[in-house]
């Protein structure tokens, strides 16, 4: 008897300890299923050590990331979404953005603004998908044009990272024109043999994919991302056919030629600056043979 009241007074201290344990100290891998040890998961960029998997991370991590430190500038963060339809659906549009603006503290879907990569000036935008999934409405499309129009001005590399669900469709046509709007500064960019690199991270999907985030002079995605225009099931739906395996991940999408290639995020940075680097090689001997009329 004495053996087990040891072992019932042991389980009391296990319970005892397991009710005063953090319980934000650990977060199990979404594919794994492993569970990490918090601190250490931050440190390798919020990417699982056993499996590889890429947690999504919001805007400010995103740029602290990929930006030297004390470089970044914010603009046009007085934007501030809109409810120009006066859209309900089981809560008011109104509502939801002031929820979100309180949550986190944001204006939009889009942080834009310059900084320094690698001692580079460039011009970035990152989606944020904590922010109405990231989606895209009349104040992310005029961000990121502005935006471009900044870097055309100051004649510096463009760079965006997507990650969203899509056009907003709380601003229904109002969303869509954004798509042919951030597609035309981008041709403006072109125009001008102004670098645009765009980063595609999990998800990726509707009017985003379907405009800005796929017309990249380089077009990167983080590994595993889905990137798609409508979703694996609504296409299956549509077709009535079973998707292949991996349908509409990087890794796929790769092999059939819509990305350029797939980075991990722990390299992410220098191989952008690997990337601009030779981009500006090669538009400085074409300006030299064009110069000479070779």
């Not at 344990?21 to 492993?34: I, L, S």
């Not at 981008?186 to 509707?206: F, M, N, Q, W």
């Not at 985030?213 to 995605?221: E, K, P, S, T, V």
Request: glycine share 6%.
């Amino acid at each position: 008897m004495k053996v087990i009241d040891e072992k019932l007074e042991n389980i009391d201290d296990n319970i005892e300890n397991k009710a005063t344990f953090p319980k934000d100290m650990w977060v199990k891998c979404e594919k794994c299923k492993n569970l990490l040890y918090k601190k250490e998961l931050e440190e390798n960029l919020y990417v699982c050590k056993k499996c590889g998997f890429h947690f999504r991370v919001n805007a400010d991590f995103r740029i602290n990331m990929l930006i030297d430190n004390g470089t970044f500038r914010e603009y046009f963060s007085d934007l501030v979404s809109k409810d120009p339809l006066n859209f309900v659906d089981i809560k008011p549009y109104k509502e939801k953005l002031e929820s979100l603006y309180k949550k986190t503290n944001k204006n939009s879907a889009v942080i834009t603004g310059i900084g320094k990569l690698c001692e580079k000036n460039v011009a970035i935008g990152v989606l944020d998908f904590s922010f109405f999934a990231g989606t895209m409405d009349s104040v992310v499309g005029e961000k990121i044009y502005r935006l471009g129009e900044l870097a055309i001005k100051k004649n510096i590399p463009l760079i965006l990272v997507s990650s969203s669900g899509g056009a907003r469709m709380q601003e229904s046509i109002l969303s869509l024109m954004q798509m042919a709007k951030t597609s035309l500064i981008i041709s403006l960019l072109k125009e001008r043999s102004i670098p645009y690199i765009s980063v595609l991270a999990d998800p990726t999907t509707g009017g985003v994919t379907a405009s800005f985030a796929i017309l990249g002079d380089i077009n990167i995605a983080e590994p595993d991302a889905l990137i798609g225009f409508a979703g694996p099931r609504v296409i299956e739906q549509t077709i009535r056919q079973k998707l292949p395996d991996g349908f509409q991940r990087s890794e796929y999408l790769l092999n059939h030629g819509m990305i350029d290639v797939i980075v991990k995020r722990k390299d992410l940075k220098n191989k952008i600056s690997d990337i601009l680097d030779i981009l500006s090689l090669n538009l400085n001997i074409a300006k030299k043979a064009q110069k000479h009329n070779l």
